[in-house]
């Protein structure tokens, strides 16, 4: 599989060679996006057609392969950043239900976790991706049971820890894409040793995403630990 995403990956770059940073940081319209129509379709018909700023500058240089560590404030649509990516990521690689974890959005609470998974569900509702949450609360053996098809995995950090110390069949070996969601919170909330714990289980050859609202010197320790060589996008509000 590492190889297969390193050819599609290759193939989307070149193929997208033409278009410069630049230049698409000037695309107002999803359509725009070297995206999957099943992506482009989904956002649409939720009433999604033109992307905010963080969304126009972090989407792209996700889509030609790089880590990014993406800061902005709250309510700026860090949901649909971070999502669109995770759906290109899987859909590139032909992902389907038996391929299991492909992709891991973790976030500080139940509350962000089950938001994301509702945006999930609107955006992605056009790709035959399976998706679901581990947040605790409920019973690990229910979700453990759920788990077995689960390409897509939105996680609290005690809970996924707990799943992966103790649930053999929760395996991650072959994750695409890491999306680190609220960093600043989760360390703020001193979930530090559990990410680590968690980032030490996962394959190194993945892509990894990291949001925050602020990009604090914690945010920075933390993307030199789980991500490669990342790109910093920062969008700032303007005042005047
Ligand atoms: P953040 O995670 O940065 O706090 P959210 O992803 O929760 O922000 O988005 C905040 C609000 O903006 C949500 O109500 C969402 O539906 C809306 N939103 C996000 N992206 C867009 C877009 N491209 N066009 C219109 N509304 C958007
Ligand atoms: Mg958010």
């Given at each position: 599989?590492?190889?297969k995403?390193?050819?599609?990956?290759?193939?989307?770059?070149?193929?997208y060679k033409?278009?410069?940073?630049?230049?698409?940081?000037?695309?107002?319209?999803?359509?725009?996006?070297?995206?999957?129509?099943?992506?482009?379709n989904?956002?649409n018909e939720?009433?999604?057609?033109?992307?905010?700023?963080i969304?126009?500058?972090?989407?792209?240089?996700?889509?030609?392969?790089?880590?990014?560590?993406?800061?902005?404030?709250?309510g700026?649509?860090k949901?649909?950043a971070?999502?669109?990516?995770?759906l290109?990521?899987?859909?590139r690689?032909?992902?389907?239900?038996?391929d299991?974890?492909?992709a891991?959005?973790i976030?500080?609470?139940?509350?962000?976790a089950?938001?994301?998974f509702?945006?999930?569900?609107?955006?992605?509702?056009?790709?035959d991706?399976?998706?679901g949450?581990l947040?605790?609360?409920?019973?690990?053996?229910?979700?453990?049971?759920?788990l077995?098809h689960?390409n897509?995995?939105v996680?609290?950090?005690?809970r996924?820890l707990q799943?992966?110390?103790?649930?053999?069949?929760?395996?991650?070996h072959?994750?695409?894409?890491?999306?680190?969601?609220?960093a600043?919170?989760?360390?703020?909330?001193?979930?530090?040793?559990?990410?680590?714990a968690?980032?030490e289980n996962?394959?190194?050859?993945?892509?990894?995403?990291?949001?925050?609202?602020t990009q604090?010197?914690n945010?920075?320790d933390?993307?030199r630990?789980?991500?490669?060589?990342?790109v910093?996008?920062?969008?700032?509000?303007?005042s005047?």
């Open positions: 599989k590492g190889k995403f390193r050819e599609n990956i290759d193939g989307v770059i070149s193929k033409k278009i410069t940073p630049e230049e698409a940081s000037c695309f107002r319209k999803f359509k725009q996006f070297p995206l999957s129509s099943a992506t482009i989904g956002l939720a009433g999604f057609t033109e992307p905010t700023d969304q126009r500058q972090s989407i792209f240089l996700s889509l030609i392969g790089n880590d990014v560590v993406g800061a902005a404030k709250t700026s649509g949901t649909i971070l999502l669109v990516p995770v290109e990521s899987l859909w690689n032909k992902w389907t239900r038996e299991g974890l492909g891991l959005i976030t500080p609470t139940r509350e962000l089950c938001q994301i509702q945006v999930l569900n609107q955006i992605g509702k056009n790709h991706f399976s998706a949450v947040i605790g609360g409920t019973d690990i053996e229910y979700e453990r049971d759920r077995g689960v897509i995995v996680a609290t950090p005690g996924l799943h992966l110390d103790e649930n053999e069949s929760f395996r991650c072959m994750l695409q894409i890491l999306v680190v969601d609220e600043d919170r989760i360390l703020d909330m001193g979930f530090k040793d559990q990410l680590n968690i980032v996962l394959p190194k050859e993945r892509q990894t995403l990291l949001f925050s609202a604090t010197r945010v920075k933390l993307a630990v789980c991500a490669k060589d990342p910093f996008v920062s969008v700032h509000e303007h005047d």
